[in-house]
């Protein structure tokens, strides 16, 4: 079974710097990689997803994120935030079915001026 | 618009009251899934279902029914909800997994 573990659950940053959400993940055979982003009070938006190719993955918003295999790692970046990218953030995981879709527990992102 | 639609989007009810949350989906996906969402538990998968009449369990199916009796609808059934299934629900479909997930917009069920 494929597991995510979200290494901090709570990242303050000031508005403008840069941010990294990290993300480790437990698998036996190949993964597909995800982040969602979920705004107060609405559902879940895809910002970006590693299935195959280039490690390194471009998402909406100015979200950046690099798939580390030996690593077991796929962390968020982005060089330059904003207040409006106060959100939860989930790193998620599937087997290459992606039938079964592992979230992990969410990193509170939160921008202040 | 495509969308996955879930009724209703808040629920209050009492313990062994049976209840069902709809979601529908107009986009032909074969692939439908629940999941509830707990503060410092992230998303956790209750049930998915591949395609009609095909239905598997997730991570925590104890005190959950689903039924896929068509393409569209894949409802949640709570047949003796207890306090512990107060959570944060979302229903997620995809035309072909792992390649994209659309979310609904969730459905908040407090069991008193």
């Not at chain 1, 559902?43 to 997803?49: A, F, R, T, V």
């Not at chain 2, 207890?82 to 908040?108: E, K, M």
């Amino acid at each position: 079974a494929q597991s995510v573990t979200q290494l901090d659950s709570q990242v303050p940053v000031f508005e403008e710097a840069p941010v990294e959400l990290r993300c480790n993940y437990s698998s036996s055979v190949s993964v597909y990689l995800f982040w969602y982003v979920q705004y107060p009070n609405q559902g879940l938006q895809l910002l970006l997803k590693y299935l195959s190719g280039s490690t390194l993955v471009k998402g909406i918003n100015g979200f950046e994120a690099e798939f580390n295999k030996s690593q077991t790692s796929f962390h968020l970046r982005k060089p330059s935030v904003h207040i409006s990218d106060t959100a939860e953030y989930f790193c998620a995981v599937s087997d290459p079915s992606g039938y079964a879709l592992n979230f992990g527990k969410g990193t509170s992102l939160l921008v202040t001026p | 618009e495509a969308q996955v639609t879930q009724n209703p989007r808040y629920l209050i009810t009492v313990t062994g009251k049976k209840l069902t949350v709809t979601c529908s989906q107009n986009m032909n996906h074969e692939y439908m899934s629940w999941y509830r969402q707990d503060p410092g538990l992230g998303l956790r998968q209750i049930y998915y279902s591949m395609n009609v009449e095909v239905t598997d369990k997730g991570d925590v199916p104890e005190g959950y029914k689903v039924s896929r009796k068509e393409k569209r609808n894949f409802p949640l059934i709570l047949e003796s909800p207890s306090p512990n299934q107060t959570s944060l629900y979302f229903c997620a479909s995809s035309f072909r997994p792992p390649y994209g997930y659309t979310f609904g917009s969730g459905t908040r069920l407090t069991v008193v």
